[in-house]
């Protein structure tokens, strides 16, 4: 695929040149077209080659990046072919690249595939923030399990504070008579406090 720049001041002699290829993956079960290479021609010689990396999508689909370039800050998915060659004196960058090579119809792109990575910053910032909330939910349930039961417990006992040691003989009868006006009433000698336990 060659795009050439017409008669536009100094670029009129520039060409660039996509080398495309498509092969056929059993995994995927289609076809795949792949940018192997691009070069820079100006009057007919080649300027500069540049190999092409992970830019690849299937037949059917176009591919869509924001960025393709030389560049480090923009991925650099162009590497020069060689360290001897006059590649290392260009740098290259398509902004909004989109490219088709087979199946168009209707000279319309078909559905892009992008080329966002399964690692960019935005999707390792969402992981780091998922493993922080997982680690804090941990955390919490952990707490959680190590509290005392929150079933209450009733515990009865004998208050030492409010009674005085019973005697032998008294203990057959608990109960001993009030005396009121009238009435009789009973007291339980030995009484009994709770505590309740959470």
């Given at each position: 695929l060659s795009l050439k720049f017409g008669d536009i001041g100094n670029l009129k002699g520039l060409v660039?040149?996509?080398?495309?290829?498509?092969?056929?993956?059993?995994?995927s079960v289609q076809n795949w077209f792949t940018l192997h290479?691009?070069?820079?021609?100006?009057?007919?010689?080649i300027q500069a080659t540049f190999n092409a990396t992970r830019i690849?999508?299937?037949?059917?689909?176009?591919?869509?990046?924001e960025h393709v370039s030389?560049?480090?800050?923009?991925?650099?998915l162009l590497i020069?072919?060689?360290?001897?060659?006059?590649?290392?004196?260009?740098?290259?960058?398509?902004?909004?690249?989109?490219?088709?090579?087979?199946?168009?119809?209707?000279?319309?792109?078909?559905?892009?595939?992008?080329?966002?990575?399964?690692?960019?910053?935005?999707?390792?910032m969402g992981l780091v923030m998922s493993l922080i909330l997982?680690?804090?939910?941990?955390?919490a349930l952990h707490m959680l399990i190590h509290l005392k039961s929150l079933d209450r417990h009733y515990e009865c006992k004998a208050s030492p504070a409010y009674f005085t040691q019973?005697?032998?003989?008294?203990?057959?009868d608990e109960k001993e008579p009030l005396r009121s006006s009238g009435n009789e009433s009973y007291e339980l000698r030995n009484q009994q406090f709770c505590k309740i336990y959470i």
């Amino acid at each position: 695929l060659s795009l050439k720049f017409g008669d536009i001041g100094n670029l009129k002699g520039l060409v660039i040149r996509l080398l495309l290829t498509t092969s056929y993956y059993q995994l995927s079960v289609q076809n795949w077209f792949t940018l192997h290479r691009l070069q820079l021609l100006y009057n007919h010689s080649i300027q500069a080659t540049f190999n092409a990396t992970r830019i690849c999508a299937p037949a059917s689909y176009s591919y869509h990046c924001e960025h393709v370039s030389s560049l480090q800050r923009y991925d650099a998915l162009l590497i020069p072919s060689s360290a001897n060659d006059l590649s290392k004196l260009w740098e290259v960058t398509f902004i909004d690249f989109q490219i088709q090579g087979f199946n168009i119809q209707e000279g319309h792109f078909a559905y892009a595939k992008e080329c966002a990575s399964f690692f960019s910053p935005a999707i390792l910032m969402g992981l780091v923030m998922s493993l922080i909330l997982l680690l804090v939910l941990a955390y919490a349930l952990h707490m959680l399990i190590h509290l005392k039961s929150l079933d209450r417990h009733y515990e009865c006992k004998a208050s030492p504070a409010y009674f005085t040691q019973v005697k032998d003989n008294d203990m057959e009868d608990e109960k001993e008579p009030l005396r009121s006006s009238g009435n009789e009433s009973y007291e339980l000698r030995n009484q009994q406090f709770c505590k309740i336990y959470i």
